[in-house]
């Protein structure tokens, strides 16, 4: 595709359920970067990815989240046993090499844990 | 814990004005500092970017004036539009990558007609 795809574009779910979140870089993109952006702030580092390595986990905010990327293109983020502050948009961003920051960013998936 | 502090939190402009954003780090180990443009429902797109080498840095009606010293730098719109309200952030990273890019929290920039 022409932009960065996340899918789906918004999730509500219960308390305690595990929600996987979806993001289709832009094609031959080898940095693949996941943040969180809570209601009216900034945006949050979560991880990054180089290739299918993770280098730099240090964003993931407890040990219920983790994230994965296969064949250097889609990536997913895994919330285990959902908690209420985990409600937010949780944004996907690519760019050609790690030595550049985001161009674009995906719409993201608002996740909302009622 | 880094940080990028943005100022104002919201503005609004009247049409054909100057908007003026401000931010201001505190890790001189930052290189980079790149502004974000975000439109409701959308994710950010990058707008601009600047290196501490240039105390200036123009693309269209968008500037970014810098100051080292100051460890401040802010994002001017010139002759600013209806088209341009939009979220904008701030941010700084070091070695130009995205890995320990910063956000500032935004400003919500309204171009009233």
């Known amino acids: 595709g022409a932009g960065v795809s996340q899918s789906p574009s918004n999730k509500v779910t219960e308390k305690g359920k595990d929600v996987e979140l979806r993001c289709d870089p832009i094609s031959g993109h080898t940095a693949l970067y996941w943040y969180r952006q809570r209601l009216g702030q900034g945006l949050e580092f979560l991880i990054y990815f180089q290739g299918n390595s993770a280098p730099d986990k240090s964003g993931l905010p407890s040990d219920r989240f983790s994230a994965e990327r296969t064949g250097e293109s889609v990536s997913t983020l895994t919330i285990q046993r959902t908690q209420q502050e985990d409600s937010a948009v949780y944004l996907c961003?690519?760019?050609?090499?790690?030595?550049?920051?985001?161009?674009?960013f995906g719409d993201g998936t608002r996740l909302s844990i009622l | 814990q880094q940080q990028v502090k943005q100022s104002p939190q919201s503005l609004i402009v009247q049409k054909g004005g100057i908007s003026i954003i401000n931010c201001a780090y505190e890790?001189?180990?930052?290189?980079?500092f790149p502004w974000y443009q975000q439109f409701p429902g959308k994710g950010p797109a990058l707008l601009i970017a600047?290196?501490?080498?240039?105390s200036e840095k123009k693309e269209g009606r968008f500037t970014i004036s810098f100051n080292k010293s100051a460890k401040q730098f802010s994002l001017h719109i010139m002759d600013s539009q209806p088209g341009d309200s939009a979220t904008y952030f701030c941010a700084a990273s070091m070695g130009g990558g995205a890995d320990g890019l910063t956000f500032g929290k935004g400003t919500h920039l309204i171009i009233q007609p």
């Open positions: 961003a690519s760019s050609l090499w790690d030595t550049q920051v985001p161009q674009h």
């Open positions: 600047i290196r501490p080498d240039v």
């Open positions: 890790n001189t180990a930052f290189d980079y």
